[in-house]
């Protein structure tokens, strides 16, 4: 609760846009900055700094990312950085996967790879895995599917209870009833959201907000 673990936590925390005051006290001010830090980064919000909680704000900090932005606080998400370097995005828009990564995530994106550049099609996607274009959902579909994530297409609500809760290490999907993504190694697969290009699936180095979406991950990922 006090000492050289507590005031590297506190610089952390501010490094990743959760600014802390350092002075070695695990206080009720660290702690509901820890909380204001796990609410943005969608994890479970109680305060306390797990393992997994102390890598993943060393991986936020040393990717350089701010799970904080703009001057009122409001939350940002950033995805949970997975355990060894993340995806690039090459300039033809497909992601190369760390050589680090599980088999499962890099079949994911593969699989993914394979659709971008697909025009958006409400419906598409679902009911036969290769299609002309793609809804949101499909396109997650597909992606799990090169995996075997998943056996069959899912809509967007169906993800709101697939797999278990909250963000995993590698692969993370975001689902309401309207709409589904997903971040894989540190890039967002989606179908649209604040990009200019085409509103098929492709992906992003841009997070976007998650506030009002499930957030679920395959066991072990």
Known sequence: MQG???????????????????????????????????????????????????AMLRGQVNAGSSVLQGTNGGAAPVAPPAPGDSATLGP??????????????????A???????????????????????????????????????????????DFESWGQSGAGQWITVYANSGHAYMVVAGLRFDTGWNDSTSSGPKWSAKMRPSSGYVVRHPAGL
């Open 4 to 54: 050289h673990d507590v005031r590297v936590l506190q610089q952390f925390l501010g490094k990743v846009g959760v600014r802390t005051t350092i002075d070695g006290q695990f206080g009720p001010v660290t702690t509901r900055n820890v909380k204001k830090w796990q609410r943005a980064s969608s994890l479970q919000v109680d305060g306390k700094v797990s393992r997994q909680d102390a």
């Open 92 to 109: 033809d828009g497909l992601a190369v996967a760390p050589a680090d990564a599980p088999p499962e995530v890099q079949e994911v994106i």
């Open 111 to 157: 699989a993914a790879n394979h659709i971008v550049g697909k025009p958006y099609r409400y419906g598409g996607g679902h009911g036969r895995w290769e299609d002309t274009g793609y809804d949101c959902s499909g396109s997650v579909s597909y992606a799990l599917h090169g995996a075997n994530l998943v056996k069959t297409q899912l809509d967007s609500t």
